[in-house]
Every structure is written in C-alpha cells, then in structure tokens.
C-alpha cells in the first residue's frame, strides 16, 4: 500500500531538491574541461580517488533517502504479555492499523499457541 503524501511538503522538497541537483550536475560538469586542459597534469589514481569519492557519498545519500522511505512504511511495536514465550513478540504496524487490531491479533495468538 503506497503512502499518504503531504502535497505541501512534496512542492517544496521538489523545489529544494531540483536546485540541490543541479548544483550538483552543475560542479560535476565543470570538473570535465579539467580533464582536456594543459593547466592540470593527474595520475589513473587521483582520477580513481576523485570518482569513488563522489561516488560512495552518492551511494550514501541514495541509501539514506530509501531508508528514510522505508522507516515511514514500516514501523516495528514491541508488545509484552505475561506468561508467553518469549516475553516480548515483535509485531509489524502499517500506518492504518489500529491498537486494537494489534491487541486482538496478538490475542489470537496467545490463544492458538496455549
């Protein structure tokens, strides 16, 4: 099931994150005439140093935006009840779900397992 999006903050992520890219695009752009230029002299290695840098930090903030999605969809509830093993059941909670669904689906359960 996909999400609620708040269309308010949507606009203004759009907005912030279109001038962050092309900042972005824009600095990656200009580091190419570096690369044809008589100015500068490099080696393989600066060349490999220079692009894992970017990118790993690429590859990190990539992985930070899906986690941060994910984190949204699925929220883990620890939930204790005496007398069953193990003591604490860790229970998935979508957004729409209700504490009395939850209270009523982990009762079923104690019950199927007593």
Known sequence: MEREVNEEKRNKFIENAGKRVNNVL????????????NTYDFTKQDIEEMFNAMEE????????FYKKFEEKQKATKKVFTFGSTPIATSVSIQPEETVEAIIEETTEEIQTNE
Do not use: F, N
């Open 57 to 64: 930090t690429l590859k990190e903030a990539k992985e930070e």
């Open 26 to 37: 824009h600095d990656i752009q200009i580091l190419e005439p570096m690369a044809r230029s």
